[in-house]
């Protein structure tokens, strides 16, 4: 902060910076309102306000550009930038060998072009955006003797970030600050529990300057935990007079193996312990952080590590995306209609600090738009592909906590746990609580939801792709066995209008970059309960795999999806396919079905008298069959009068279709397609039925 109003006395020159300016732009750099200072300073907010605009500006005349209190660090970070830039190499040199006020400007924002976002947020980077009350929480508990941070979060969630915040307030306290990464040890390392403690006590005390004497206090006969503790408690600890703040970060990989864990971690708690009744132990302040996707491949019910105050990451509020967003350096997001077109990114990722920083880098290289970025988020070349991969592999990791997801992702509401589920059911308590872990879903209660709209977009894509690979696999081993589908068989080849209509909404936001017709065909079969009334339920479902057979065979090399749903309606869904082909396809199956000739009349036989009198008495009954013996005339007779007296389309089983087209874009909607498509097939049997209907509204005319 010194070196920040330093320079910043240095850009104002011969303007008025006394103690107030300082006091105001060091609150507002800190993103204090002219309230909050009034509060603290015992001047009036009026008074703060007035010393506040004079100053933004003096710096805006200063520097050539406006200044205002939310655009402070934007403009400051763009002066160094162009600053850096219009210097050659030796200028710089000259300016860095300048004064402390010139160095520490230089310091404030080190790089003139953003890093990728990895690894740690540097301590005192702008881009490390604080998340009340946590950073107040974990300061306190540190100063708190003998206590135990454990710091549990999904990975790329901030908890590196967090843990060098930790070390470097413990530092300003004068605390002494050890911090142990075990992804650094060598695999060797874990082969016994021997040889991991003194790794952790050399390591330990080479960051403390101390002599690592192990040989002074390690006694194998006393065992491992015995001679480390005594090795802390009588060497360590009595070499330091300070507390000693200790973190262990990437604590997970000691979990990968069972043999070290179930001896080191219970060696902490007990360390923890100690320091309620050994002022020694008190000394000791530990910081443990570990990944919580270890669950999943270790199989674990519940946290190997359940001591001490736990520490969860809560995401970024909208509040701290827009600040962050503003660090970037993104000039709409100061504004309350910036804010609202963050709230999209916000629900698209939900929150998530790596998701967030890595859209807003994109953003800022202005490789993309965001509409852009949303559009293509769930999709392979989006920019979370990689991210999405590797959680998609965890998860097929463990059938079971697949199944639990596909469960969440699949469903309109929340999902409601079971206590204690039958054998083999997806969604326990403990499979939510592992998803939960990383961060996958949200529980609220006894209701688990996905965390965010990315993840349901991407995870039921990935589901149902799956499922259509293992459908296509079962097909094929089917095919190879029979060349042609059986009638028994034919509705088996149609997935339920629930799972089409979720297909249908997932794929959407893949069809949004194509800008290609979408087209959608609903088919009814005609007046088919008076025929199942008439011959009864076997020769009902007889036909209707017939029906549904045909309609396949027509689709089977035309659509992406076809459905079987309300017992005599179909549906198809045809990407890339305008209406005019659509309609193509359409009556060919029309055709194809009444080419099947099931007829509607029944069985019952008469005489070619008998069907003569039957005809001229319109009020007998004229489900009548004909005889052999009667002549063809008189067949086509009674057949028109058949069509003619019982008002069906035609003397055989017929269907009514419906198709409506779009290019699927944000102005529509999968629901809005669907919709127009029965409408269509509403229209089709408003004109008689036995034909097709293309919906005008959603055409590629319009």
């Known amino acids: 902060m010194e070196e920040l109003l330093e320079a910043v006395g240095q850009?104002?020159?011969?303007?008025?910076?006394?103690?107030?300016q300082r006091f105001v732009l060091q609150q507002s750099w800190l993103g204090?309102?002219?309230?909050?200072?009034?509060?603290?300073?015992?001047?009036?907010?009026?008074?703060?306000?007035?010393?506040?605009?004079?100053?933004?500006?003096?710096?805006?005349?200063?520097?050539?550009?406006?200044?205002?209190?939310?655009?402070?660090h934007l403009v400051l970070r763009r002066f160094q930038q162009d600053w850096m830039s219009q210097d050659n190499s030796q200028q710089e040199r000259e300016l860095r060998a300048g004064s402390s006020a010139e160095r520490g400007f230089l310091d404030l924002v080190p790089v003139s072009k953003l890093d990728f976002p990895s690894g740690p947020v540097p301590v005192g980077s702008p881009f490390y955006i604080n998340r009340p009350p946590l950073e107040e929480l974990v300061y306190a508990e540190i100063m708190q003797p003998g206590c135990l941070l454990r710091i549990k979060a999904p990975r790329k969630t901030g908890k590196s970030s967090l843990v060098n915040r930790i070390i470097a307030h413990a530092k300003v306290q004068g605390y002494q600050t050890v911090s142990l990464d075990f992804q650094e040890a060598d695999e060797a390392v874990f082969t016994s529990l021997d040889k991991f403690l003194r790794w952790f006590c050399i390591n330990v005390s080479r960051q403390l300057n101390l002599a690592p004497n192990l040989d002074d206090y390690w006694d194998i006969e006393m065992g491992s935990k015995v001679s480390c503790k005594i090795y802390f408690e009588a060497y360590v600890l009595e070499q330091i007079d300070s507390p000693i703040v200790l973190a262990l970060n990437e604590l997970h990989r000691v979990f990968e193996h069972p043999n070290i864990a179930q001896d080191f971690l219970p060696m902490l708690r007990f360390w923890h312990e100690q320091a309620k009744q050994d002022r020694t132990w008190q000394k000791v302040r530990l910081v443990v952080v570990h990944t919580t996707e270890i669950y999943i491949p270790l199989k674990l019910n519940q946290s190997p590590f359940n001591v001490g105050l736990t520490v969860p990451l809560p995401p970024f509020t909208i509040a701290q995306v827009q600040n962050l967003a503003i660090q970037y350096g993104i000039d709409w997001a100061a504004s309350s209609e910036g804010a609202q077109r963050l709230g999209s990114l916000q629900k698209m990722i939900g929150g998530h600090p790596y998701l967030i920083n890595l859209a807003l880098y994109h953003l800022y290289q202005e490789e993309m738009t965001l509409l852009e970025l949303l559009q293509t988020a769930s999709t392979p070349s989006g920019i979370y592909s990689q991210h999405l991969r590797e959680l998609l592999t965890l998860l097929q990791a463990d059938p079971q906590l697949m199944s639990a997801m596909?469960?969440?992702?699949?469903?309109?509401?929340?999902?409601?746990?079971?206590?204690?589920?039958?054998?083999?059911?997806?969604?326990?308590?403990?499979?939510?609580?592992?998803?939960?872990?990383?961060?996958?879903?949200?529980?609220?209660?006894?209701?688990?939801?996905?965390?965010?709209?990315?993840?349901?977009?991407?995870?039921?894509?990935?589901?149902?792709?799956?499922?259509?690979d293992h459908a296509s696999a079962n097909l094929l081993k089917e095919q190879q066995q029979s060349n042609d589908i059986t009638e028994a068989d034919a509705l088996s080849q149609f997935v339920n209008l629930h799972y089409f209509s979720q297909y249908l909404e997932t794929q959407w936001q893949q069809w949004l970059t194509k800008a290609t017709m979408l087209s959608v065909i609903v088919c009814d079969i005609d007046y088919f309960k008076f025929y199942t009334d008439a011959h009864g339920y076997t020769a009902g479902n007889s036909s209707l795999q017939r029906i549904a057979s045909t309609i396949y065979e027509y689709l089977k090399y035309k659509s992406t999806l076809d459905a079987h749903y309300e017992g005599t309606k179909f549906a198809a869904l045809l990407?890339?396919?305008?209406?005019?082909?659509?309609?193509?396809?359409?009556?060919?199956?029309?055709?194809?079905?009444?080419?099947?000739?099931?007829?509607?009349?029944?069985?019952?036989?008469?005489?070619?008298?008998?069907?003569?009198?039957?005809?001229?008495?319109?009020?007998?009954?004229?489900?009548?069959?004909?005889?052999?013996?009667?002549?063809?005339?008189?067949?086509?007779?009674?057949?028109?009068?058949?069509?003619?007296?019982?008002?069906?389309?035609?003397?055989?089983?017929?269907?009514?279709?419906g198709i409506a087209t779009a290019i699927p874009n944000h102005e529509n909607s999968p629901a809005m397609l669907m919709a127009a498509a029965e409408e269509a097939l509403f229209q089709a049997k408003r004109k008689g039925r036995n034909c097709v209907t293309l919906n005008s509204v959603l055409s590629e005319d319009n």
């Not at 008074?47 to 205002?68: C, F, H, N, P």
């Open 11 to 20: 850009i104002l020159e011969d303007k008025p910076f006394g103690s107030i």
């Open 32 to 72: 204090k309102t002219y309230g909050e200072m009034a509060q603290g300073s015992g001047y009036g907010s009026d008074y703060i306000k007035e010393v506040g605009s004079q100053l933004w500006q003096d710096l805006s005349d200063a520097l050539g550009e406006r200044v205002t209190k939310k655009n402070l």
């Open 406 to 468: 596909q469960e969440v992702v699949m469903a309109d509401e929340s999902v409601q746990l079971d206590a204690s589920p039958p054998r083999g059911a997806p969604l326990s308590a403990i499979a939510a609580y592992k998803l939960e872990s990383m961060g996958l879903v949200e529980l609220d209660g006894n209701q688990a939801r996905p965390s965010c709209e990315l993840y349901r977009l991407y995870f039921s894509q990935q589901l149902l792709r799956e499922n259509e």
């Open 575 to 657: 990407p890339e396919t305008p209406g005019n082909i659509a309609v193509e396809i359409a009556e060919n199956i029309r055709e194809g079905v009444e080419q099947l000739a099931i007829a509607r009349a029944s069985s019952v036989l008469y005489s070619e008298q008998e069907a003569q009198t039957r005809l001229a008495n319109p009020e007998a009954t004229l489900r009548v069959g004909v005889s052999q013996g009667t002549s063809n005339a008189l067949q086509r007779a009674i057949a028109h009068a058949q069509f003619q007296f019982d008002g069906f389309p035609a003397p055989v089983l017929t269907v009514s279709l």
